[in-house]
């Protein structure tokens, strides 16, 4: 960063999330990424210097590990002058959300992350002129608690996401429950990740976005978003389909082009050959829960056929995806299991909080810190160090669970032939392709007990709803049934 040139009508509005907003450069493949806070929450700029270094720290020496060097771009704290982002702050004022204007961008300590741009290709240099489309998918959590710690059997038979999708809407966070399911999607059969990419795609949520040039052309806010224009979209995404034109427009051009996009995703998903650690963990996919989410509509509609679901093709052990669900199966124990570990933790610290630095919850997050998350053994020793390590693997668990992957798409060139680079083929064109990972900052050791009594909310929630309402429609058929009956009696 030329910390004497900096324009703030250079940069716009890019995108925010809970803790942290976006803003990208019209010109250069890079972003900042600024720190909010609530309006009263004061922090001074070491605190915010340490935090932002905590992140970079993190995504180098744990989810890189994890993950591959190819997907994890970590970026590195800079300093700008507080004027520039003083004007930043008011230029792009009006074009945040208002759901997220509950929390002020940090303007004090002049501190940001700056990273590459991921809504544009990573792997190679392309000239200004090539078209480029990115798909953000955030796919949450892909399997079922296999801990002996659950209490709650609803939860060894339908998904977290799943579960909590009519909590939100009752809330009203969203209008209508989305038909994905996120094990379908991990699931590396085609057929269950078609039906789950194409439901991410009816109802976005926050679980989707689509990028073009840069540009946020499909995805959702909040509850007040209008309905999904799958029309707009294709015609938005036709070029890069079906260059040729050769397409008329209308209901089956717009089912054509999706059908295209969706098969594009799936391979570039199921792609991957990147060194990462998380095959060391040595998890696999095998008898660690149900591999099939009992809500999901997709095995539902089966099951009304007659027809049992196609449980698991299985993931490459090279994909994204499979390091991905490896990293969020460090949650051994459920939340259920891990809350009395970290009470443990927290009574340790109540009697000797100076070793708060030396237990590594607030970083560095370092070599050391890496090493003890591969201890997976479940033998509770007692220990306030067992209890640590199933703490601290929690957290990086729930940091896979909530991650987003970006995958950046651009057609290949005529010429591109000879070129050496990932690519993957549709029915007309060819697309060279990255695939990379953000939203890695490590989960606060703090958010625990929020998590455990939104673990309880979700699971109540969903047992006195929709558990009772299925089984009032079995009753009612099984009285008809009764009702129905026709006796025969000898004469």
């Known amino acids: 960063m030329e910390e004497g040139k900096m324009d703030e009508n250079e940069w716009g509005y890019h995108g925010e999330g809970n803790k942290s907003l976006v803003v990208a450069h019209a010109q250069r493949c890079v972003v900042l990424r600024f720190l909010k806070f609530p309006p009263n929450r004061k922090k001074t700029s070491e605190e915010i210097f340490q935090h932002l270094q905590n992140i970079v720290d993190f995504g180098k020496n744990v989810m890189k590990e994890f993950l591959g060097e190819n ?35 940090d303007t004090l300590s002049g501190y940001a992350m700056c990273l590459p741009n991921l809504t544009r290709l990573q792997t190679y240099r392309f000239a200004e002129h090539r078209p480029i489309l990115c798909v953000e998918i955030k796919p ?5 608690p296999f801990s002996s710690d659950v209490t709650h059997e609803m939860k060894h038979k339908v998904c977290r996401y799943c579960m909590h999708q009519h909590l939100k809407v009752a809330t ?53 978003s209008p309905v999904a224009d799958w029309s707009e979209l294709a015609h938005h995404l036709k070029p890069f389909f ?32 990147d060194k990462g650690r998380a095959g060391t963990l040595r998890l696999g996919l095998g008898p660690q829960g149900p591999r099939v989410c009992e809500a999901s509509p997709f095995s539902r509609s089966l099951r009304c056929q007659g027809k049992n679901t196609p ?9 994204l995806l499979y390091k991905t669900l490896q990293v969020q199966m460090l949650d051994l124990l459920d939340i259920e299991g891990l809350y009395p570990l970290y009470n443990r933790v927290e009574r340790y610290l109540e ?33 306030v160090a067992f209890a640590l390590t199933k703490v601290q693997q929690y957290r990086v668990a729930m940091t896979a669970k909530d991650c987003s992957i970006m995958i950046a798409l651009s057609p290949c060139l005529q010429d591109a032939s000879s070129d050496q680079r990932p690519v993957v083929p549709s029915s007309r064109s060819r697309f060279a392709f990255s695939v ?9 050791y703090e958010s625990i007990p929020h998590q455990y009594k939104l673990d309880g909310k979700i699971v109540n929630y969903y047992s006195k709803t929709v558990c009772a309402k299925d089984n009032a429609v079995m009753s009612t058929r099984f009285k008809e049934s009764e009702d129905c009956t026709l006796v025969l009696h000898k004469n």
């Open 351 to 383: 009697e000797f909080p100076e070793e708060r630095k030396t237990l590594q919850i607030d970083g560095p997050y370092d070599e050391a810190f890496y090493q003890k998350l591969l201890d997976l053994s479940t033998e509770d020793d007692g220990t």
């Open 172 to 224: 009203g966070k969203w209008r209508q429950i989305s038909r994905y399911c996120p094990l379908d999607l991990y699931s590396g059969n085609k057929q269950r990740m078609h039906f789950a990419l194409k439901s991410l795609l009816q109802e976005a949520q926050n679980n989707l976005k689509i990028f073009k040039n840069g540009e946020l052309i499909y995805g959702c806010k909040d509850a007040r």
């Open 242 to 273: 079906f260059p040729s034109n050769g397409l008329a427009s209308g209901p089956h051009c717009t089912r054509a082009v999706i059908r295209e996009l969706v098969h594009v995703i799936t391979r570039v998903l199921l792609s991957g050959s």
């Open 140 to 144: 949450k959590c892909g399997f079922i």
């Open 436 to 444: 990379s990972v953000l939203d890695l900052d490590l989960k606060p």
């Open 71 to 105: 997907y994890v771009h970590c970026g590195e704290v800079v300093q700008l002058p507080l004027e520039f982002v003083k004007q930043l702050c008011l230029k792009i004022q009006s074009e945040r959300p208002e759901s997220r204007c509950d929390k002020d961008l």
């Open 311 to 319: 449980e698991r093709s299985g993931l490459p052990k090279g994909c």
